[in-house]
């Protein structure tokens, strides 16, 4: 064991360093198998204090560090690169939920803290914690901060970055920023938390959070409609914004090949509703009054579209469980992708008056350039943030397929983007998957703004260097 590695044994304790080829290979992998990387070591610190001497070691040995949670990223962002001369920290020790101030409705954690967890402590208090999304039975509050992560809740309750009040950063030089204070209002100056929230990792380590809870929704009814266009989509869900406002809290849409994939993949998570529609929206409304009073809104609303000829069909969840095979059904999209094979994400949004056209002339395009090519779109409509994916046109070799076409896909749904004003990320972050394309996308004068905050809160490039901006 050579001499970083002993001073790293000291701090935290040799069981927690961990250098066995064996033992750190779940650690070098990312979820979609996109990144493999290699590591000096893993380590797996317990406390701030451990986390703020590791930094400093570092720092004086010249060590980059990998900040990691759950390693769900779709962005390759907590995956080390491939010198081998990096070190991995991931959270999986400072697990511990801190505090729940119910005056106060929030919640503070340690940054290690799955998401479910965290949704479940909070319920347990008769409080809803309401980031939601597919990973979260084992990505951390900590990545969720560090990637801004959005999930299907944004359009009532905002992203990660808007549900939390504070942090407790180790900053690169290995300070401790204690700014752990659950304030709604605050104007004193720069807005720290926010410049840390969505830099993952590369400008301060997260390691705990003071987030903000709502009370817990006594009624909850979800429906699956049937749509033809993405027009009429868009109209339905401007009339829930009307008719249900602040009780509208999901509006997912899927198109028809997404729900395909999803019941070749899982049959047992075939879409109830029949005849195939080209589009599929499921809908959330949740409220602190009775069951009687959402279910009559929610009736009324979809009677109001039947009339409009916004929607063909419709079927409301009688039960929990029923609403939850939905949930289920969204969810298993992505899964779906990865069972099929690699693919091609486009994590997107554009305005909701520019989606329309965006579709069809990306649509278009697309199918014009790669005949046979799957566009898998589905996603958050409420938020105008598309999953815009491709995969191979069937019975290709995704891989080869990927190896020959990705660049140009990938130029060809941003130059789309760009047209339509909208954002080549709208939730996953950069990482290293994007870290070429975001120039470009934010102009020259952005991207060297934010090139100056890297340098001038992370001088040496210790704080996963290569990811979101190179300096
Ligand atoms: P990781 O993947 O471990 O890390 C992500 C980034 O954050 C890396 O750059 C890492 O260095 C940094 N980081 C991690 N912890 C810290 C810390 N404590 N301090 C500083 N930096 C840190 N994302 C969405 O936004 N919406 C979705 O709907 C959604 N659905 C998903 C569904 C599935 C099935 C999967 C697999 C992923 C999904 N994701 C989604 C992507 C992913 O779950 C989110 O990006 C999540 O926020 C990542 O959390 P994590 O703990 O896994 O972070
Ligand atoms: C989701 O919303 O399910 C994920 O963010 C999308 C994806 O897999 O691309
Ligand atoms: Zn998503």
């Given at each position: 064991?050579?001499?970083?590695?002993?001073?790293?044994?000291q701090?935290?304790?040799?069981?927690?360093?961990?250098?066995d080829?064996?033992?750190?290979?779940?650690?070098?992998?990312?979820?979609?198998?996109?990144?493999?990387g290699?590591a000096?070591a893993?380590?797996?610190?317990?406390?701030?204090?451990?986390?703020?001497?590791?930094?400093?070691l570092?720092?004086?040995?010249?060590v980059?560090?990998?900040?990691?949670?759950?390693?769900?990223?779709?962005?390759?962002?907590?995956?080390?690169?491939?010198?081998?001369?990096?070190?991995?920290l991931?959270?999986?020790?400072?697990?511990?939920?801190?505090?729940?101030?119910?005056?106060?409705q929030t919640?503070?954690?340690?940054?290690?803290?799955?998401?479910?967890?965290?949704?479940?402590?909070?319920?347990?208090?008769?409080?809803?914690?309401p980031?939601?999304?597919?990973?979260?039975g084992?990505?951390?509050i900590?990545?969720?901060?560090?990637?801004?992560?959005?999930?299907?809740?944004?359009?009532?309750y905002?992203?990660?970055?808007?549900?939390?009040?504070?942090?407790?950063?180790v900053?690169?030089?290995g300070?401790?920023?204690?700014?752990?204070?659950?304030?709604?209002k605050?104007?004193t100056?720069?807005?720290?938390?926010?410049?840390?929230?969505?830099?993952?990792g590369?400008?301060?380590?997260?390691?705990?959070?003071?987030?903000?809870?709502?009370?817990?929704?006594i009624?909850?009814?979800?429906t699956?409609?049937?749509?033809d266009?993405?027009?009429s989509?868009?109209?339905?869900?401007n009339?829930?914004?009307?008719?249900?406002?602040?009780?509208l809290?999901?509006?997912?849409?899927?198109?028809?090949?997404?729900?395909?994939?999803?019941e070749?993949?899982?049959?047992?998570m075939?879409?109830?509703i029949?005849?195939?529609?080209?589009y599929?929206?499921l809908?959330?409304?949740?409220?602190?009054e009775?069951?009687?009073?959402?279910?009559?809104?929610?009736?009324?609303?979809?009677?109001?579209?039947?009339?409009?000829?916004?929607i063909?069909?419709?079927?409301i969840?009688?039960?929990?469980?029923q609403?939850?095979g939905?949930?289920?059904?969204?969810?298993h999209?992505?899964?779906?992708?990865?069972?099929?094979?690699?693919?091609?994400?486009?994590d997107?949004?554009v305005?909701?008056?520019?989606?329309?056209?965006?579709?069809?002339e990306?649509?278009?395009?697309?199918?014009?350039?790669?005949?046979?090519?799957?566009?898998?779109?589905?996603g958050?409509?409420?938020?105008?943030n598309?999953?815009y994916?491709?995969?191979?046109?069937?019975?290709v070799?995704?891989?080869?397929?990927?190896?020959?076409?990705?660049?140009?896909i990938?130029?060809?749904?941003?130059?789309?983007?760009?047209?339509?004003?909208?954002?080549?990320?709208a939730?996953?972050?950069?990482?290293q998957?994007?870290?070429?394309?975001?120039?470009a996308?934010?102009?020259?004068v952005?991207?060297?703004?934010m090139?100056?905050?890297?340098?001038?809160?992370?001088?040496?490039?210790l704080?996963?260097?290569?990811k979101?901006?190179?300096?």
């Amino acid at each position: 064991m050579n001499d970083f590695l002993v001073q790293l044994a000291q701090i935290i304790g040799i069981q927690y360093v961990l250098t066995d080829h064996e033992d750190i290979a779940p650690y070098l992998t990312d979820w979609r198998k996109r990144y493999t990387g290699k590591a000096l070591a893993v380590v797996l610190p317990r406390a701030t204090l451990e986390i703020a001497q590791i930094v400093s070691l570092c720092s004086s040995k010249g060590v980059s560090i990998v900040p990691q949670g759950g390693h769900t990223g779709f962005c390759g962002g907590a995956t080390p690169d491939a010198s081998g001369n990096q070190i991995v920290l991931n959270f999986k020790r400072m697990n511990s939920i801190l505090e729940i101030d119910a005056e106060n409705q929030t919640i503070t954690v340690e940054a290690g803290c799955i998401l479910q967890n965290v949704q479940e402590a909070a319920a347990g208090k008769g409080f809803l914690f309401p980031l939601s999304l597919g990973a979260e039975g084992s990505c951390m509050i900590g990545g969720n901060l560090a990637t801004n992560a959005g999930g299907t809740n944004v359009l009532r309750y905002g992203n990660a970055r808007d549900l939390c009040l504070g942090l407790e950063v180790v900053t690169a030089k290995g300070d401790i920023w204690n700014g752990l204070k659950g304030l709604r209002k605050d104007n004193t100056g720069y807005d720290l938390r926010d410049l840390f929230v969505g830099s993952e990792g590369t400008l301060g380590i997260i390691t705990a959070a003071v987030m903000k809870l709502y009370p817990l929704p006594i009624s909850q009814w979800t429906t699956l409609v049937a749509t033809d266009d993405i027009h009429s989509t868009i109209s339905l869900l401007n009339l829930f914004q009307k008719r249900a406002t602040s009780l509208l809290t999901g509006f997912e849409m899927m198109t028809h090949e997404s729900l395909a994939l999803t019941e070749r993949h899982f049959p047992h998570m075939a879409n109830p509703i029949k005849g195939s529609p080209p589009y599929t929206v499921l809908i959330e409304l949740s409220d602190h009054e009775s069951e009687a009073h959402v279910r009559q809104l929610l009736e009324d609303v979809l009677q109001e579209a039947f009339e409009s000829n916004l929607i063909s069909d419709a079927i409301i969840a009688s039960n929990l469980s029923q609403a939850q095979g939905f949930w289920h059904m969204r969810e298993h999209i992505t899964l779906a992708q990865a069972e099929e094979g690699a693919n091609l994400k486009h994590d997107i949004t554009v305005p909701l008056s520019a989606l329309d056209g965006f579709i069809r002339e990306t649509d278009a395009l697309m199918k014009a350039a790669y005949p046979g090519v799957r566009i898998i779109n589905f996603g958050h409509l409420g938020d105008g943030n598309l999953h815009y994916n491709i995969a191979a046109p069937k019975g290709v070799d995704p891989k080869s397929f990927n190896l020959t076409n990705e660049k140009p896909i990938h130029e060809l749904v941003y130059a789309q983007v760009e047209r339509y004003k909208g954002s080549i990320s709208a939730e996953h972050g950069v990482g290293q998957l994007k870290l070429e394309g975001l120039r470009a996308h934010k102009g020259e004068v952005a991207h060297e703004l934010m090139k100056s905050i890297k340098t001038a809160l992370d001088p040496q490039n210790l704080l996963n260097p290569h990811k979101v901006v190179s300096i």
